[in-house]
């Protein structure tokens, strides 16, 4: 079992920066990929980026490509989203995923999800 919890969510200026955090529990994260999540009010919940186990590979969205990255330290067990140039359309609650061995990039392939952190980008 894997239990994941997010937080760095707030309020942020559209233009600014924010990081995300994913603290993880459980003896086989780091055989686990993780992804981010975010579901806006009123739309799907959308894929954000997710990372191999080694952290070798990552992969994002194309409405963040750009401008978030992901990264991981599994000595940490924790797995970071830093979000830069954001924009209100970025607004949602961001969820992080753990999927095991495999990667994720689409919510139906996640095994656990964290409960979520606000993030909210102002005008």
């Known amino acids: 079992q894997v239990q994941l919890v997010e937080s760095g969510g707030g309020l942020v200026q559209a233009g600014g920066s924010l990081r995300l955090s994913c603290a993880a529990s459980?003896?086989?994260?780091?055989?686990?990929?993780v992804g981010w999540f975010r579901q806006a009010p009123g739309k799907e919940r959308e894929f954000v980026a997710s990372i191999s186990r080694s952290g070798d590979s990552t992969y994002y969205g194309d409405s963040v490509k750009g401008r978030f990255t992901i990264s991981r330290d599994n000595a940490k067990n924790t797995v970071y989203l830093q979000m830069a140039s954001l924009k209100p359309e970025d607004t949602a609650v961001y969820y992080c995923?753990?999927?095991?061995?495999?990667?994720?990039?689409?919510?139906?392939?996640?095994?656990?999800w964290g409960q979520g952190t606000q993030v909210t980008v102002s005008s």
């Open positions: 995923a753990a999927r095991f061995l495999l990667l994720i990039r689409s919510s139906d392939e996640a095994s656990y």
């Open positions: 459980g003896r086989t994260f780091g055989a686990s990929s």
